[in-house]
T-cell receptor, first 110, second 114 residues
Framework: QKEVEQNSGPLSVPEGAIASLNCTYS??????FFWYRQYSGKSPELIMS????GDKEDGRFTAQLNKASQYVSLLIRDSQPSDSATYLC??????????FGPGTSLSVIP | KAGVTQTPRYLIKTRGQQVTLSCSPI?????VSWYQQTPGQGLQFLFE???????NKGNFPGRFSGRQFSNSRSEMNVSTLELGDSALYLC?????????????FGPGTRLTVL
C-alpha cells in the first residue's frame, strides 16, 4: 500500500460542476495536509491547508478532513476551464516525513 | 516579496557528469526542501535543510547531496549523473520545519541527462 494515494485520473467534469478530488493516507498520526495545483510545465502552488477534522472553505474550494477514515478531499465548486490542472495532495506524517500523492489530473470541459 | 528562485532553469548534461543546482528561498524563510519530479514517480522528497543542517532525507542514493548556507540559500549536487536523473528538480521554502508551515515552490530546474 502506498503511503499517500489519490483517485486515479484523468477526471473530467463539465464547466460549472463540482469536481471532487480524494486523497487517502496510511499514517494514522499524520497531522498536516495540503492541496496543491500544478499546471503543466509549472511548479505546484498551494491551494489550501487543513489540520483539523471537518471542512475548510476558501472561495470555490473546500477541503474536507476525516482523520478516523484517513482521507482528505478537495471539492471545487463551479469548476472553470482554468481549474484544469493536476492536483497534488501532500501529507506530513507523524514521523516528520513529507509525502506527496501521485496527483489527479482534472479536465474541466467548457 | 520575491518568491523562491532557482538557477539554472534548464540544464543539459551527459552521463557521468555532475551538476549543482541553486535555490534562494523567500526572504525570512529558513527551511529549504528539495524534490524530484518525474512523470513515472511523481513528486519525491530529496532532503530538507534548516539552519544549515539537514533535517530529513528521502530515499535517494548518496550521489544526491545538498547543503544550506548561513543566508538560507541552498544548493543540491548530483554526481555521476545517470539517464534516470532526468527530471524537474523543485525547491520549496518555508518559515521553519513546523507541521503547519506552508511550503512555497520555486519554478524548478529542468535537468536532462543525455
Amino acid at each position: 500500500q502506498k503511503e499517500v494515494e489519490q483517485n486515479s485520473g484523468p477526471l473530467s467534469v463539465p464547466e460549472g460542476a463540482i469536481a471532487s478530488l480524494n486523497c487517502t493516507y496510511s499514517d494514522r498520526g499524520s497531522q498536516s495536509f495540503f492541496w496543491y495545483r500544478q499546471y503543466s510545465g509549472k511548479s505546484p502552488e498551494l491551494i489550501m491547508s487543513i489540520y483539523s477534522n471537518g471542512d475548510k472553505e476558501d472561495g470555490r474550494f473546500t477541503a474536507q478532513l476525516n482523520k478516523a477514515s484517513q482521507y482528505v478531499s478537495l471539492l471545487i465548486r463551479d469548476s472553470q476551464p482554468s481549474d484544469s490542472a493536476t492536483y497534488l495532495c501532500e501529507v506530513k506524517t507523524s514521523y516528520d516525513k513529507v509525502i506527496f500523492g501521485p496527483g489527479t489530473s482534472l479536465s474541466v470541459i467548457p | 516579496k520575491a518568491g523562491v528562485t532557482q538557477t539554472p532553469r534548464y540544464l543539459i548534461k551527459t552521463r557521468g557528469q555532475q551538476v549543482t543546482l541553486s535555490c534562494s528561498p523567500i526572504s525570512g524563510h529558513r527551511s529549504v526542501s528539495w524534490y524530484q519530479q518525474t512523470p513515472g514517480q511523481g513528486l519525491q522528497f530529496l532532503f530538507e535543510y534548516f539552519s544549515e543542517t539537514q533535517r530529513n532525507k528521502g530515499n535517494f542514493p548518496g550521489r544526491f547531496s545538498g547543503r544550506q548556507f548561513s543566508n538560507s540559500r541552498s544548493e543540491m549536487n548530483v554526481s555521476t549523473l545517470e539517464l534516470g536523473d532526468s527530471a524537474l528538480y523543485l525547491c520549496a521554502s518555508s518559515l521553519g520545519p513546523g507541521d503547519a508551515d506552508t511550503q512555497y515552490f520555486g519554478p524548478g530546474t529542468r535537468l536532462t541527462v543525455l
